[in-house]
C-alpha cells in the first residue's frame, strides 16, 4: 500500500516519466528524474532539457573541444542507470581479496587493514593510533567464500538502489553503513579483529528496506532475507553479528534522512544530518568504549 505522503509529493517522481520514483535530481533545474533521464555533466547529473539548454549555450571552442573528448560512454553509462559505484567498489574490493590469496600475503593484508578496537585507544593499549581501520576493514575478507557472498550481495542492492539514490547519497550509505558496523563491534565485541563489508551491506539491505516501505512497496522479501541474515550471524562461528547490527541500524537512519529531506530546500539539511550522524558515530567509538574498559 502507497503511502499518503509518497503519492502527494510529486518530487518523488521523473518529471518527464511520472509513475518511475527516483532519489535523484537534475543539478540546473532540480526537477527529479530517473536514470533514463539523468546525462552526466560538470556540476553532476542534468535533466534532457537543461542538457539541451546547455548545448545551445556553448561556445564554438566548447563544441570543438566536444567533438574531439566527447565522451558518449560516460554519458550512456548515466542513461541507463548503470550502477558506477557498485561496479567500483566491486572491483576494489575483489582486487584487495584477489592479492590475498597469493600465499604469503593473507595474513600480512588482513592484520594491515582489519579493525581491532584497541588501534583506537594508544593510551590503553601499547598499539599506534590507526583510526582509518575503522573503514579499510570493508575491503578485505576472510576468504573466497566470505569475499565472493558479500561482492554477490553487494552487485545485488546496488542495481535497485544506486540508480535510485544516486551515486553522492549512495556511496555515503553504504561508508557510513560500514562505519556503524565498526562502531559497533567497538562497543560490544572490542576484543575481536573483524574484517569484510558485511555490515555496509546490511546497511544497504536495511537502507532498502525503508526506502521500500516509503515507496509503497512490497518489502515482505528483503524482511525476511535481512532477518535471515542476521539470524545466521548468532549460530554460525567466526561471523561478527555485532557489525551486522551496527550496519543495519546506522543503514536505516541514513534510510529514513533520504526520505525526510527529498524536497529542494531540504538539500543542505540532508547533508547536516548526514555529517551529524558521522560526527556522532566517531564521538561515540572514541569516548564511550575507553570508559567502559576502564571501569
Same mark, same amino acid.
Given at each position: 500500500?502507497?503511502?499518503?505522503?509518497?503519492?502527494?509529493?510529486?518530487?518523488?517522481?521523473?518529471?518527464?516519466?511520472?509513475?518511475?520514483?527516483?532519489?535523484?535530481?537534475?543539478?540546473?533545474?532540480?526537477?527529479?528524474?530517473?536514470?533514463?533521464?539523468?546525462?552526466?555533466?560538470?556540476?553532476?547529473?542534468?535533466?534532457?532539457?537543461?542538457?539541451?539548454?546547455?548545448?545551445?549555450?556553448?561556445?564554438?571552442?566548447?563544441?570543438?573541444?566536444?567533438?574531439?573528448?566527447?565522451?558518449?560512454?560516460? &554519458? #550512456?553509462?548515466?542513461?541507463? @542507470?548503470? $550502477?558506477? /559505484?557498485?561496479?567500483?567498489?566491486?572491483?576494489?574490493?575483489?582486487?584487495? *581479496? +584477489?592479492?590475498?590469496?597469493?600465499?604469503?600475503?593473507?595474513?600480512?593484508?588482513?592484520?594491515?587493514?582489519?579493525?581491532?578496537?584497541?588501534?583506537?585507544?594508544?593510551?590503553?593499549?601499547?598499539?599506534?593510533?590507526?583510526?582509518?581501520?575503522?573503514?579499510?576493514?570493508?575491503?578485505?575478507?576472510?576468504?573466497?567464500?566470505?569475499?565472493?557472498?558479500?561482492?554477490?550481495?553487494?552487485?545485488?542492492?546496488?542495481?535497485?538502489?544506486?540508480?535510485?539514490?544516486?551515486?553522492?547519497?549512495?556511496?555515503?550509505?553504504?561508508?557510513?553503513?560500514?562505519?556503524?558496523?565498526?562502531?559497533? &563491534? #567497538?562497543?560490544?565485541?572490542? @576484543?575481536? $579483529?573483524? /574484517?569484510?563489508?558485511?555490515?555496509?551491506?546490511?546497511?544497504?539491505?536495511? *537502507? +532498502?528496506?525503508?526506502?521500500?516501505?516509503?515507496?509503497?512497496?512490497?518489502?515482505?522479501?528483503?524482511?525476511?532475507?535481512?532477518?535471515?541474515?542476521?539470524?545466521?550471524?548468532?549460530?554460525?562461528?567466526?561471523?561478527?553479528?555485532?557489525?551486522?547490527?551496527?550496519?543495519?541500524?546506522?543503514?536505516?537512519?541514513?534510510?529514513?534522512?533520504?526520505?525526510?529531506?527529498?524536497?529542494?530546500?531540504?538539500?543542505?539539511?540532508?547533508?547536516?544530518?548526514?555529517?551529524?550522524?558521522?560526527?556522532?558515530?566517531?564521538?561515540?567509538?572514541?569516548?564511550?568504549?575507553?570508559?567502559?574498559?576502564?571501569?
Amino acid at each position: 500500500m502507497t503511502t499518503p505522503e509518497f503519492t502527494s509529493n510529486r518530487d518523488n517522481f521523473c518529471y518527464r516519466h511520472p509513475d518511475r520514483q527516483s532519489f535523484v535530481l537534475c543539478q540546473r533545474c532540480m526537477r527529479t528524474i530517473c536514470p533514463e533521464c539523468q546525462t552526466q555533466a560538470a556540476v553532476g547529473v542534468i535533466c534532457p532539457e537543461c542538457m539541451q539548454e546547455q548545448r545551445k549555450n556553448r561556445t564554438p571552442a566548447q563544441k570543438r573541444a566536444e567533438r574531439r573528448w566527447g565522451n558518449r560512454g560516460s &554519458v #550512456a553509462a548515466v542513461r541507463s @542507470g548503470r $550502477p558506477i /559505484v557498485t561496479y567500483v567498489l566491486l572491483a576494489v574490493t575483489s582486487f584487495i *581479496g +584477489l592479492v590475498q590469496l597469493i600465499p604469503g600475503l593473507d595474513g600480512p593484508i588482513k592484520q594491515a587493514l582489519w579493525f581491532y578496537a584497541p588501534y583506537l585507544y594508544p593510551n590503553l593499549f601499547a598499539l599506534p593510533f590507526e583510526p582509518w581501520r575503522l573503514m579499510t576493514a570493508l575491503f578485505v575478507h576472510g576468504g573466497f567464500v566470505h569475499l565472493a557472498l558479500n561482492m554477490l550481495a553487494l552487485w545485488m542492492l546496488g542495481q535497485s538502489l544506486e540508480p535510485m539514490l544516486g551515486r553522492a547519497r549512495y556511496l555515503a550509505l553504504y561508508l557510513i553503513s560500514g562505519l556503524g558496523g565498526s562502531v559497533m &563491534v #567497538a562497543l560490544i565485541a572490542p @576484543g575481536n $579483529p573483524t /574484517v569484510g563489508a558485511s555490515g555496509a551491506i546490511f546497511g544497504l539491505m536495511a *537502507g +532498502l528496506l525503508i526506502i521500500g516501505r516509503h515507496i509503497g512497496a512490497n518489502v515482505t522479501g528483503i524482511l525476511v532475507i535481512l532477518g535471515i541474515n542476521f539470524a545466521f550471524g548468532f549460530f554460525a562461528g567466526g561471523i561478527s553479528w555485532q557489525a551486522h547490527l551496527g550496519g543495519a541500524i546506522v543503514g536505516a537512519l541514513i534510510a529514513f534522512i533520504y526520505t525526510r529531506t527529498r524536497r529542494r530546500e531540504q538539500r543542505t539539511w540532508q547533508i547536516v544530518l548526514l555529517s551529524a550522524t558521522v560526527v556522532l558515530l566517531l564521538a561515540v567509538v572514541f569516548l564511550v568504549p575507553p570508559l567502559l574498559l576502564s571501569a
